[in-house]
């Protein structure tokens, strides 16, 4: 199908929106399933709460990788994501992306399913601290981090050599000396039920459902299709690949998404 296809579909309707992480490859975020992604074991929840090493390995590598993922920068089709917002056309956002790209493309009410990784949580007393400040103390705490040279990964991490990952000193909660875990939900871990029935609010709330950037493999994604699905809601996917959703779908366009976006926003604005 074709964009203008999706426009015909879309027209005078009010536009629930789902992102995945194909919404920001073009920003320079790599995802999980797309073509050019490469096969790795993501952080499982459990691991990183029962597991000092893990942890350990975690934001040692993530210490590296930060600064990249904190300077991407927003693509046309976070951009054209916006600009439905501004003109009244997107009755809801709700991203599965931890990137934070929506809200610098202006976004205002965005939906973090999965949290993001500029907040940093004490797993002990709930303190919030930003990442950028948490970034500052590691790097005081770490002086010989600063050279490596990596590649970064999905969620924040990065490949890193052993040694500099068993010298890493880990940063502790300020306010309580407890363990910091980045406001993320990992894989195995699982969406708090408040933040659940927000989503399905905003869904509730449109005509259509369109998909942007997912393959829909994990069903807290999914679940708004099966949701939609169900209230005979029609669904549109932009993605490029197969999706889980597909089959739901009443329409799909193969394409990017800083592609079509951009197009749909300019014959819908
Ligand atoms: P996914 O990796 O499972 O699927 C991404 C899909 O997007 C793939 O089908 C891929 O072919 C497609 N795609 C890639 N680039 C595209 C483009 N430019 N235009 C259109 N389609 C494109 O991602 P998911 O479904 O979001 O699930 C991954 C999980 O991992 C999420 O739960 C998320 O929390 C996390 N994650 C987040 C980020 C991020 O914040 N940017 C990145 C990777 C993973
Ligand atoms: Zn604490």
């Keep these: 199908m074709t964009t203008h296809d999706l426009v015909a579909l879309l027209q005078g309707k009010r536009i629930a929106i789902l992102t995945g992480a194909g919404c920001s490859t073009e920003s320079g975020i790599p995802d999980y399933r797309g073509p050019q992604a490469r096969p790795r074991k993501p952080i499982q929840h459990r691991d990183f709460v029962e597991s000092e090493a893990t942890r350990r390995r975690y934001w040692a590598r993530s210490a590296v990788g930060w600064p990249r993922m904190a300077g991407a920068r927003p693509n046309a089709a976070h951009r054209a994501i916006a600009e439905l917002e501004a003109r009244g056309l997107a009755s809801g956002l709700i991203t599965q992306n931890v990137d934070r790209l929506h809200h610098k493309a202006g976004s205002r009410e965005v939906l973090e399913l999965h949290g993001a990784l500029a907040d940093v949580r004490c797993l002990d007393c709930g303190a919030l601290e930003s990442r950028d400040a948490l970034q500052t103390r590691i790097a005081a705490l770490n002086p010989d981090l600063g050279a490596a040279n990596v590649t ?61 950037g997912s393959s829909l493999a994990v069903f807290s994604g999914y679940r708004f299709v099966l949701r939609a699905a169900e209230m005979k809601m029609p669904i549109a996917i932009v993605n490029r690949g197969e999706t889980r959703g597909d089959p739901h779908a009443a329409l799909r366009v193969d394409g990017a998404a800083g592609e079509v976006l951009p197009a749909l926003a300019r014959a819908l604005c």
């Design 152 to 212: 970064i990964a999905p969620d924040g991490d990065a490949d890193l050599p052993l040694e500099l990952v068993e010298n890493f000193r880990v940063p502790a909660c300020l306010a309580c000396g407890g363990v910091l875990k980045p406001d993320v939900v990992f894989f195995g871990g699982s969406v708090p039920r408040e933040r659940v029935m927000a989503a399905f609010a905003k869904l509730d709330a449109a005509d259509v459902l369109l998909v942007v």
